[in-house]
């Protein structure tokens, strides 16, 4: 079942200019992730949250979780065309390491 | 250099024909998975295991057998493949906090 489900599915946008994507998700989580996919290549880790952490920062990427509304946000400032890439959130529920992943934001970043 | 790896690659083969694909990681983490990525549906976990020889059945095991005899090899195991099964396949393994590392992906076709 899918937990996290991503806003928008796809974003396009200048280089240079921020891009942020939402994930919303349904029940309470352990952690929220953040993941990238190149297309048809295998997702590459980019942040994790811990549902007690309200906003992480990790180089041009800032990610917010507001546990309250069940949401969290993936901002990348100053975007590059090399990122453009899939990007999926992934919630973790349980004690089973057991990630469920949103279907995905779409980012082109226009040169 | 630490990595996920599977193979084949690329498969094309008929149905009923009995595969298996592999997969190896070489950071000893003890947490393994199986995802099938489908246009429009995002990740779907097949199976994990938490251990060697601790398997558990993710959101969409029918039609797939898995086995962890050794810590670092998850093979994915298509007894009767149809063509419903058609994908591109993900393994992964995770950390102890949870960030999950990916293969490069296969993709298989099933006529």
């Known amino acids: 079942s899918q937990q996290g489900e991503e806003d928008p599915q796809a974003l396009s946008i200048q280089e240079g200019e921020n891009a942020t994507m939402n994930c919303s998700y349904k029940?309470?989580?352990?952690?929220l992730q953040w993941y990238r996919q190149n297309s048809g290549r295998g997702l590459v880790h980019l942040i994790l949250?811990?549902?007690?952490?309200r906003e992480k920062h990790s180089g041009r990427l800032r990610v917010t979780l507001d546990t309250s509304k069940k949401s969290s946000s993936l901002l990348i400032t100053a975007s590059r065309a090399a990122d453009t890439a899939s990007y999926f959130c992934?919630?973790?529920?349980?004690?089973?390491?057991?990630?469920?992943f949103g279907s995905g934001t779409q980012l082109t970043v226009l040169p | 250099e630490a990595q996920v790896t599977q193979n084949p690659r690329y498969l094309i083969t008929v149905t009923g024909k009995k595969l298996t694909v592999t997969c190896s990681q070489n950071?000893?983490?003890?947490?393994m998975s199986w995802y099938r990525q489908d246009p429009g549906l995002g990740l779907r976990q097949i199976y994990y295991?938490?251990?060697?020889?601790?398997?558990d059945k993710g959101d969409v095991p029918e039609g797939y057998k898995v086995s962890r005899k050794e810590k670092r090899n998850f093979p994915l195991i298509l007894e009767s493949p149809s063509p419903n099964q058609t994908s591109l396949y993900f393994c992964?393994?995770?950390?102890?906090?949870?960030?999950?590392?990916f293969g490069p992906g296969t993709r298989l076709t099933v006529t």
């Open positions: 950071m000893n983490h003890e947490y």
């Open positions: 295991s938490m251990n060697v020889e601790v398997t």
């Open positions: 992964a393994s995770s950390t102890q906090n949870y960030e999950q590392y």
């Open positions: 949250i811990r549902s007690n952490e």
């Open positions: 992934a919630t973790d529920v349980g004690s089973a390491r057991q990630l469920t």
């Open positions: 029940t309470s989580i352990n952690n």
